[in-house]
């Protein structure tokens, strides 16, 4: 009987999906779903407003030029990381990012070699958003969710190497709840 009733206690408090999902596991549950399918006009900018909206996460902002014209902030900044001559630049610890998080992207250029070994990579990432899948290695490696890129405007998985940022920011956000100020 004590069994039952702590089994349909359970059922009240955690509906038949299981538990309550956060915001970063809806974000990254409509990445999910919406792989090598195009969300929004498939601009870059529609993964992630379309992500953060299913989730039920604060909009984005678009501030008149902070950080810059055009620039997007979709939450509490947790990580800069900026190109410069003396080196990376860095605020925060890309450790500490999460599965779910934002990355928005202005006049980047990554060089390195191929995590193959064989050759080395190049790619630019003028004006972009994505949406962080993972972080490996410590935080030098960060897995993320992006579309409108290559040519393709549907959602497809990549991969940044942070120290191959040669030029350019990254800035990445914590997405909060719409309830939140």
Not at 3 to 17: K, N, Q, T, V
Not at 40 to 58: F, N, Q, R, S, V
Request: hydrophobic residues 35%; aromatic residues 8%.
């Amino acid at each position: 009987m004590r069994m039952r009733c702590l089994l349909i206690s359970c059922l009240l408090l955690f509906p038949a999906s299981g538990l309550a999902a956060s915001i970063h596991d809806r974000i990254i549950q409509f990445c999910r779903e919406n792989m090598d399918k195009q969300v929004g006009d498939g601009d870059c900018y529609d993964l992630a407003k379309h992500a953060l909206k299913a989730a039920g996460a604060k909009p984005q902002g678009r501030y008149p030029d902070h950080p810059g014209k055009n620039d997007y902030v979709w939450g509490q900044q947790v990580l800069v990381l900026e190109a410069s001559e003396m080196g990376l630049q860095r605020q925060g610890q890309a450790k500490e990012l999460q599965p779910g998080d934002v990355i928005q992207f202005r006049d980047t250029r990554w060089e390195g070699p191929r995590s193959s070994g064989k050759g080395r990579y190049a790619m630019a990432l003028k004006h972009h958003t994505a949406v962080v899948s993972g972080v490996e290695d410590g935080g030098k490696v960060v897995k993320i969710y992006h579309q409108n890129y290559g040519g393709k405007k549907t959602v497809m998985e990549g991969k940044l190497q942070l120290d191959d940022l040669k030029s350019g920011w990254i800035r990445c956000y914590r997405p909060l709840p719409s309830d939140s100020k």
